[in-house]
């Protein structure tokens, strides 16, 4: 997989779609962030692809 993926990102709707297929979930305030696992480290970044190991390290640590 290459790094960064893309992050979903919420998106205020009217009304929310119906039928089969759907996911939904509450938007809080804060950072949307992707943890990714390579063969030597954990990455945790947003949705601008800006690293946030170094603010997070101990969400990197729990992925470890």
């Given at each position: 997989?290459?790094?960064?993926?893309?992050?979903?990102?919420?998106?205020?709707?009217?009304?929310?779609?119906?039928?089969?297929?759907?996911?939904?979930?509450?938007?809080?305030?804060?950072?949307?962030?992707v943890?990714?696992?390579?063969?030597?480290?954990?990455?945790?970044?947003?949705?601008?692809g800006?690293?946030?190991?170094?603010?997070?390290?101990?969400?990197?640590?729990?992925?470890?």
């Amino acid at each position: 997989m290459d790094l960064p993926v893309d992050v979903a990102l919420a998106k205020a709707v009217p009304v929310l779609p119906a039928g089969s297929g759907w996911w939904y979930e509450p938007k809080f305030d804060g950072h949307r962030t992707v943890m990714a696992r390579t063969a030597e480290t954990v990455v945790l970044y947003a949705c601008s692809g800006r690293i946030f190991r170094p603010w997070w390290r101990d969400l990197a640590r729990a992925g470890e």
